[in-house]
T-cell receptor, first 114, second 113 residues
């Protein structure tokens, strides 16, 4: 069974440009989470989908970030326009159930904004 | 709010040494506690978990006990190997926050032969 995949693995863009990150969760996992790790700091929650619905987007930094999950399958996270402080590693995770259950993580997308 | 405080790294050990990585948490109610590990070039993987007080999670020789009285979930291994070199993350989640994970900063472990 394929794990969680993310694309691209790396992205280098200039300030003001737009970037779209993609996550494909494990098939059948209704729960999809986005997290971000800024250099040297803790991994922070961004948002949570259950199927195609946003369950919790309280971690989204500002309205430059837009997440979607089409048909409850893959998800995209768009940053527009990107700022320097958006640099970091963006992780996607999926799970069958919530709370005490394991989340399966993708390898992450390393975003560098110059 | 919920948070996790994790021992700062990096930690460098010789093979077969004893490992402890401290983790304490702040949370209301009864969170579930996790240790995730990230090997170079890979995503985070669940190493072990505990869902209630006094539970001990264990996997691959690693252990951690959920201590509610000290709000701690320290990771231990009696004899580390070079292959254990990775970044270790302590995390918690609660039912009321729908499973979102709260992570510590991560501890880089390097084991030398």
């Amino acid at each position: 069974e394929a794990g969680v995949t993310q694309f691209p693995s790396h992205s280098v863009i200039e300030k003001g440009q737009t970037v779209t990150l993609r996550c494909d969760p494990i098939s059948g996992h209704d729960n999809l989470y986005w997290y971000r790790r800024v250099m040297g700091k803790e991994i922070k929650f961004l948002l949570h989908f259950v199927k195609e619905s946003k369950q919790d987007e309280s971690g989204m930094p500002n309205n430059r970030f837009l997440a979607e999950r089409t048909g409850g399958t893959y998800s995209t996270l768009k940053v527009q326009p990107a700022e320097l402080e958006d640099s970091g590693v963006y992780f996607c995770a999926s799970s069958q159930m919530q709370a005490s259950h394991e989340q399966f993580f993708g390898p992450g997308t390393r975003l560098t904004v110059l | 709010g919920d948070s996790v405080t994790q021992m700062e790294g990096p930690v460098t050990l010789s093979e077969e040494a004893f490992l402890t990585i401290n983790c304490t948490y702040t949370a209301t109610g009864y969170p579930s506690l996790f240790w995730y590990v990230q090997y170079p070039g890979e995503g985070l993987q669940l190493l072990l978990k505990a869902t209630k007080a006094d539970d001990k999670g264990s996997n691959k020789g690693f252990e951690a006990t959920y201590r509610k009285e000290t709000t701690s979930f320290h990771l231990e291994k009696g004899s580390v190997q070079v292959s254990d070199s990775a970044v270790y993350f302590c995390a918690l989640s609660r039912e009321s926050t729908l499973g979102r994970l709260y992570f510590g900063r991560g501890t880089q472990l390097t084991v030398w032969p």
